[in-house]
Every structure is written in C-alpha cells, then in structure tokens.
Nanobody, 122 residues
Framework: QVQLVESGGGLVQAGGSLRLSCAAS????????MGWFRQAPGKEREFVAA????????NYKDSVKGRFTISRDNAKNTVYLQMNSLKREDTAVYYC???????????????WGQGTQVTVSS
C-alpha cells in the first residue's frame, strides 16, 4: 500500500518555473515506478512523465520534453517534477501515481494522490 501527497503547485506566469513534489508513505516506495499526470478542466487525465523504480529510466509526453524533468529520491520517498518554461496550456491539476512500470497510460497505475493545482497566467 502506498499513499501519495502532492505539493508545490501554484500560480506562475508564463515562462516561469515550479517544482512539484510527491511524498509517499510506505516502505515499498522504491519498488514502484512513479508517474505524473495532469487534468485540465473538461479534458481527460493525461500522462506527463514517469520514472522507473531506480531512476534509471524516464518517459515524457512529447510536449513537455526539454521543459520538464522528473526525478526521485528513494531515501526521502519523494518524486519531483521540475517544470520550466511553463505555458498556459500546462494549466491543470497535477497528480502523481505509483505503478509497476513507466507506462504512459493511467490504468497502469494503481495508487494516486489527490492532486495539486498549477495555473499558468499570460
């Protein structure tokens, strides 16, 4: 069992940066791949990025490549999403999730946080 709590969201101007954190409880955190998803109003929840249990493999949505970086610290049971050069279309609720692989679809992940709002203004 893994419980996930996101933090770090907020309001930022276009071109700015934010770093999201996801703190996990449970001793099995390091055995899970971790993903970030986002959901904008009226849209489906979509994949953003994922990282393998060791941190050695990552996967990104094409539109965030070069701008977002996912990382993890297994000693702190935390996964991060560094978001740079933010755009208005990045506005969404961001969720972290835990699962067995770095798959890019939501049904691969069995554990989810409550989400944190990211709003990018022009």
């Amino acid at each position: 069992q893994v419980q996930l709590v996101e933090s770090g969201g907020g309001l930022v101007q276009a071109g700015g940066s934010l770093r999201l954190s996801c703190a996990a409880s449970g001793r099995t955190f390091s055995s899970y791949a971790m993903g970030w998803f986002r959901q904008a109003p009226g849209k489906e929840r979509e994949f953003v990025a994922a990282i393998s249990w060791s941190g050695g493999s990552t996967n990104y949505k094409d539109s965030v490549k070069g701008r977002f970086t996912i990382s993890r610290d297994n000693a702190k049971n935390t996964v991060y999403l560094q978001m740079n050069s933010l755009k208005r279309e990045d506005t969404a609720v961001y969720y972290c999730a835990a699962g067995p692989s770095t798959a890019a679809y939501r049904y691969a992940y069995g554990y989810w946080g409550q989400g944190t709002q990211v709003t990018v203004s022009s």
